[in-house]
């Protein structure tokens, strides 16, 4: 069974930085997309950034500039670098990993939170 385990979310101040992992399993990654996507309460859940299998990277406009999302395929891990964090960025974090193209399969993982404090 496919597992997705999402680590490194917690309370922060202003200004500070996180690193969320995405550790999978049972799948081979390399071949997936992988995207981090939030929730914060009240809120739909919205995509902050994904790269594809050949390192193509998005972000959302809100985290452009202070996020990064770098992958290790050795290491089926995906990462979420997240910096200059601000208290709007407090939500429930999502991995997701999208095999859709080769697949027919994508799969979500628990969430990580992380707040941020002002």
């Known amino acids: 069974q496919v597992q997705l385990v999402e680590s490194g979310g917690g309370l922060v101040e202003f200004g500070g930085s996180l690193r969320l992992s995405c550790s999978a399993s049972r799948l081979r990654f390399s071949l997936y997309e992988m995207g981090w996507y939030r929730q914060a309460p009240g809120k739909q859940r919205e995509l902050v950034s994904s790269?594809?299998?050949?390192?193509?990277?998005n972000y959302s406009d809100s985290v452009k500039g202070r996020f990064t999302i770098p992958r290790d395929n050795a290491q089926s891990t995906s990462y979420l670098q997240m910096n200059n964090l601000k208290p709007e960025d407090t939500a429930l974090y999502y991995c997701k990993a999208d095999g859709t193209s080769w697949f027919g399969a994508a799969y979500w993982g628990q969430g990580t939170q992380v707040t941020v404090s002002s």
């Open positions: 790269i594809t299998s050949r390192h193509k990277t």
